[in-house]
């Protein structure tokens, strides 16, 4: 029979004082229920729940997998950290030991997990098999939960920026925010603020200023996510203004960095300004095009996760990240139009590599073979 979780009660049994992510245990388990579309409640339910142990902290893909598996039991060192009781008996046997901070000894008809065996559970996103963090909630694992929630957060595959240079000045950034209740969107909107300067001073040809600032706008970008995600405070606007923003302004950059090459005296002919603005800009909605019609044709799986090599390219493929990094090596040598021109020729061989990709999947799947990520192998 299948259970219903719509209205599951989600209760956290015990107090404990450290806060995650300036949350108590309590708070962040009900943001986590409430998100889910169940109901946080205060005393142990008569009757089918899950149970958090106030004593531990566990990535919230642990709550979704459990939320479907009743009868589970999720423990480290013997000690249940978050249950689905079937039914009221196992509720009051594991709340229990919850309570308590004892091992679970009865565990007639439940299903233990043990952490320890690193359990694995399937990122339906990256069809990516993974182990989430659980661990003792105390103020001498507080960083690492912390490290281990925020890079939890973190996509596995990105660019080259975003994964090596500032996921560390992120980390920063995200736990200043959380501690004074700065919020996602009021992130998103600072780094919007920067965002249209970033773009003024491109148009005027201030390029290294212009640049100072987009680094300002593309950190901020991060920590917005990163932060609704680990303080369990994503909305539907928040990811409309944050995806919005990311979706738009890069053709803006890129047509005005364009035109502020006359305060450089390197402006561009009619010829080419058309040609390399039609090279971006068209060069990027296709990509797009490209990468959404992977995600239809394969159970919404992109196409960054197919192989090894299409993870590693997307380091370098032509984003906003790594185009920006062509356009620092060239304002290095005083060239910002060489750098928009070797923008151009990135865009249009990223397309043209990804356009390849495609017609490889649909190959693959013509002959009867199937599309899967190989971060889900072995």
């Not at 000894?105 to 339906?124: H, M, S, W």
Request: glycine residues 8%; proline residues 5%.
């Amino acid at each position: 029979m299948v259970q219903n979780t719509q209205v599951l009660p989600v209760a956290t049994i015990g107090e404990n004082p450290v806060k995650l992510w300036g949350l108590s245990p309590s708070q962040r388990v009900g943001r986590i229920a409430r998100a889910a579309g169940l109901e946080p409640v205060e005393t142990v339910p008569e009757g089918p729940a899950i149970l958090s142990n106030a004593a531990f902290a566990w990535d919230p893909a642990w709550f979704a997998h459990i939320t479907g598996r009743p009868g589970m039991v999720l423990t480290l060192g013997g000690v249940p950290a978050l249950a689905h009781a079937a039914d009221a008996d196992q509720a009051a046997r594991i709340a229990h030991a919850m309570a308590s901070n004892t091992v679970l000894n009865d565990t007639k008809g439940l299903l233990t997990v043990a952490y320890e065996d690193r359990p694995t559970i399937e990122n339906k996103q990256l069809r990516k098999r993974e182990t989430p963090f659980l661990m003792p909630l105390i103020a001498s694992t507080l960083r690492p939960i912390e490290r281990a929630s925020y890079f939890g957060a973190y996509k596995g595959v990105t660019d080259v920026l975003t994964k090596y240079l500032w996921p560390e000045w992120a980390l920063v950034l995200t736990r200043v925010c959380a501690k004074f209740g700065i919020t996602p969107n009021q992130v998103t909107t600072v780094g919007a603020v920067f965002c249209v300067i970033a773009t003024a001073l491109f148009a005027y040809g201030h390029y290294w200023a212009g640049m100072a600032t987009g680094l300002v706008f593309m950190v901020l970008d991060t920590v917005d996510g990163k932060l609704a995600r680990c303080t369990i405070t994503s909305s539907a606007w928040g990811n409309v203004f944050d995806h919005g923003m990311d979706l738009v302004h890069p053709p803006f950059w890129w047509w005005f960095w364009a035109t502020g090459l006359g305060a450089w005296g390197l402006a561009y002919d009619t010829t080419t300004f058309w040609w390399v603005q039609g090279a971006i800009q068209g060069g990027y909605v296709v990509q797009r095009l490209i990468e959404g019609a992977f995600m239809r044709q394969n159970g919404l799986m992109h196409i960054h996760v197919w192989r090894p090599f299409d993870s590693r390219f997307r380091l370098i493929t032509a984003r906003r990240n790594p185009n920006m990094v062509i356009l620092f090596v060239a304002m290095i040598f005083a060239r910002p139009d060489i750098g928009l021109i070797a923008v151009a020729w990135w865009t249009a061989l990223s397309c043209l590599i990804h356009a390849v990709r495609l017609v490889q999947a649909w190959i693959v799947r013509a002959r009867g073979g199937t599309i899967t990520s190989w971060l889900a192998e072995g």
